[in-house]
């Protein structure tokens, strides 16, 4: 089992920025992929931005050049970091972690204002 906590999100201006964060435990090593996605109210959560299992990194084209993914091993933490913040990135953001089996944080919101 892997358990997954998401932090960082709040509400920003429009043009901020916000750092998420996505702590793992549990049964890390058994972990191949991981990701962010995101589900805004009334619409299907889609990917924002991942890492294969090569370890390149994928971006939705809605935020590339705007969010940049990365991780740090020694922490078990996955970071996503928002720059340029749009209204239309508002939406609650998921942390998800993969292996045989599919893992997915509760979620933390994120609110853009214009």
């Known amino acids: 089992q892997v358990q997954l906590v998401e932090s960082g999100g709040g509400l920003v201006q429009a043009g901020g920025s916000l750092r998420l964060s996505c702590a793992a435990s549990?049964?890390?090593?058994?972990?191949?992929?991981m990701g962010w996605h995101r589900q805004a109210p009334g619409k299907q959560r889609e990917s924002v931005a991942f890492?294969?299992?090569?370890?390149?990194?994928n971006y939705a084209d809605s935020v590339k050049g705007r969010f940049t993914i990365s991780r740090d091993s020694a922490k078990n933490t996955m970071y996503l970091q928002m720059n340029s913040l749009k209204p239309e990135d508002t939406a609650v953001y998921y942390c998800?972690?993969?292996?045989?089996?599919?893992?997915w944080g509760r979620g933390t919101q994120v609110t853009v204002s214009s």
């Open positions: 890492f294969t299992s090569g370890g390149s990194t």
């Open positions: 998800r972690m993969s292996g045989r089996t599919m893992y």
């Open positions: 549990g049964s890390i090593f058994s972990i191949n992929a």
